[in-house]
């Protein structure tokens, strides 16, 4: 019997493996850049964090998450997103006391028992970030203009913002009953019935085509902002313009967790199928009260590091190098060639290792013939061959494998050299 990973997850296996962690540093740079710190959580945490902090009728809470008792019978949760741990964090440890905004980024595993398809996982993997206790329409901005540098400082050209505002506590009342009234006049299914009643937002994102031909007419959070939230949106549009981001209004952008105020938005690619977005965000004002802390107006965003890799897939932004070789692990390969010269190349790769020239061997007694081709799948630009001969010179042979190019180098000086040819 073999076993396979389970149903909505994958493997990621060099030298795809490599991409990936490229991808999810380059989408943080930024972040970085702009004084945000790195926080960690566990991977699981008390249920209750996430129905209350995501919101009890989200398909996320409703459907969607990895529940379970430990041996002590506490009801656990593997993370289905990362906003609620990190207000958490926040709280439990103070952090909030302090300067404000907390400004904090991480990455890391996210659970969803999704209908698995391409793009959509059970398992995937968010970058995210969160500015917390600060309610000023440029921290969201920032955010935005942060999440577009992430994407860009990849090369890709194809992702989209849509922008949106949801409005607050004073505004969103009235125009969930406006809606409310709108949905019980439409010829709708008894469970998008009872969904009015809970949660009238979630089902202006209903994807059927029956249904979305009903609510062309549907009332729309932006007409019913007050003069402060709109007053708010408006200088968030007007900062993410002047700072040269494009983004589109999108009246109709309903995010999928209930803990949205005011800004929400939503990075799409075209290049996905169905599963378009590639990252999402917004304010989340009163998160931290619904979690029992104090006021403390937020905002963040989390961006999909395994449909960003599919973005990139569908941009031809992948490709290996020249010679359509993956990049490789290592710069240098070493070949020996008899046991005093297997012994010497031992100790060669690990000097150069610890110059800072990656390196790797031949393993395990291949002939000539088995090493040169472990050199050439190993994607190395160089690879080093030691004979018994050429020890007995004090000299190595140095093969560019790009062009085939070999010559002799005195052992004494081979790490200066290769470091030299490979900086
Ligand atoms: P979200 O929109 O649920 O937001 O997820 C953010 C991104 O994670 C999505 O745009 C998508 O790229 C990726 N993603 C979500 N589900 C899957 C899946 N099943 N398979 C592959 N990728 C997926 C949040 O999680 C919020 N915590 C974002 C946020 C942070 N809002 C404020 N701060």
């Known amino acids: 019997m073999s076993f396979q990973a389970p149903k909505g997850t994958f493997d990621w296996l060099p030298p795809r493996s490599e991409q990936i962690l490229a991808v999810r540093e380059a989408l943080v740079a930024p972040v970085r850049r702009a004084g945000y710190g790195y926080v960690e959580t566990p991977v699981f945490e008390d249920t209750q964090l996430f129905a209350r902090g995501v919101g009890e009728s989200t398909d996320i809470v409703s459907k969607e998450m990895y529940t379970f008792p430990d041996k002590a019978g506490r009801s656990l949760t593997l993370r289905p997103e990362g906003t609620a741990s990190v207000v958490r964090a926040v709280l439990q440890h103070g952090l909030h006391n302090g300067q404000l905004p907390v400004k904090l980024w991480y990455s890391g595993s996210q659970f969803r028992y999704e209908r698995a398809q391409k793009g959509r996982y059970r398992h995937f993997w968010q970058v995210g970030a969160e500015a ?28 989209r913002l849509l922008l949106n505002s949801l409005g607050d506590k004073v505004c969103r009342p009235a125009y969930r009953a406006a809606l409310q009234e709108f949905l019980r006049g439409l010829d709708l299914d008894d469970d998008t019935r009872a969904r009015i009643d809970i949660n009238p937002l979630r089902v202006l994102d209903d994807k059927r085509p029956e249904v979305r031909a009903q609510l062309a007419g549907a009332p729309l959070v932006v007409d019913h902002l007050c003069a ?51 990252g999402g965000g917004g304010r989340y004002d009163g998160l931290s009260e619904m979690l029992g802390g104090p006021p403390l107006p937020s905002v963040g965003w989390a961006l999909g590091v395994d449909r960003t890799f599919l973005a990139m897939e569908a941009e031809g932004l992948l490709s290996g190098d020249e010679q359509g070789r993956a990049p490789g692990l290592v710069q240098v390969y070493g070949v020996a060639l008899g046991d005093d010269a297997r012994r010497r190349m031992f100790l060669l790769v690990d000097e150069l290792r610890r110059a800072g020239v990656s390196a790797d061997m031949a393993f395990g007694g291949k002939g000539l013939k088995g090493a040169m081709k472990g050199a050439d799948r190993s994607g190395a630009r160089f690879a080093l061959i030691l004979g ?29 050299v290769l470091k030299g040819k490979v900086q």
């Open 228 to 278: 402060a939230c709109k007053a708010y949106h408006e200088e968030v549009r007007s900062l993410l313009t002047a700072a040269g981001v494009a983004y589109e209004d999108d009246p109709r952008l309903v995010r999928g967790l209930d803990y949205y105020t005011r800004t929400t938005f939503e990075f799409v690619h075209d290049g996905l199928g169905s599963q378009s977005a590639v």
């Open 388 to 416: 018994e001969r050429d020890l007995a010179a004090q000299a190595v042979q140095v093969k560019d494998l790009t062009t085939a190019e070999q010559t002799e180098v005195p052992l004494a000086q081979v790490v200066d």
């Open 132 to 159: 917390l206790g600060a309610e000023d329409p440029a921290l969201d901005a920032e955010l935005v203009v942060l999440g577009a540098e992430g994407f860009a400082e990849l090369g890709l050209t194809g992702v």
